[in-house]
């Protein structure tokens, strides 16, 4: 289970070293030094966080997550809730370039 109690974050109790959405954009970060390393252009890319197991109403708070973040309520809508968070997470494409 993950919560963000006041301020910080937790798995199954214990305090995270990162929230959900800095581990998704040290992700990314990875991603794009290996395109780098490869000469691959660079894809435009996004971070959200889904938590599929967790029940809210409006999402946790922080202006960090705002309009990121995807829970059980919004799985059977996801038709509807996904270009919105798509349109919030995946920045506009970046110009291509095979430097």
């Given at each position: 289970?993950?919560?963000?109690?006041?301020?910080?974050?937790?798995?199954?109790?214990?305090?995270?070293?990162?929230?959900?959405?800095?581990?998704?954009?040290?992700?990314?970060?990875?991603?794009?030094?290996?395109?780098?390393?490869?000469?691959?252009?660079?894809?435009?890319?996004?971070?959200?966080?889904?938590?599929?197991n967790a029940m809210?109403?409006?999402?946790?708070?922080?202006?960090?997550?705002?309009?990121?973040?995807?829970?059980?309520?919004?799985?059977?809508?996801?038709?509807?809730?996904?270009?919105?968070?798509?349109?919030?997470?995946?920045?506009?494409?970046?110009?291509?370039?095979?430097?």
């Open positions: 289970m993950i919560e963000a109690l006041e301020g910080r974050w937790y798995q199954n109790g214990h305090s995270m070293d990162s929230s959900p959405l800095d581990q998704a954009l040290s992700f990314r970060n990875f991603l794009v030094e290996r395109f780098r390393n490869q000469n691959i252009n660079l894809p435009t890319i996004g971070c959200a966080v889904c938590f599929p809210f109403e409006k999402g946790p708070w922080g202006d960090d997550l705002r309009g990121l973040v995807i829970g059980e309520k919004d799985l059977p809508y996801l038709k509807g809730v996904l270009p919105e968070v798509m349109t919030n997470a995946v920045p506009k494409p970046w110009p291509v370039s095979n430097s």
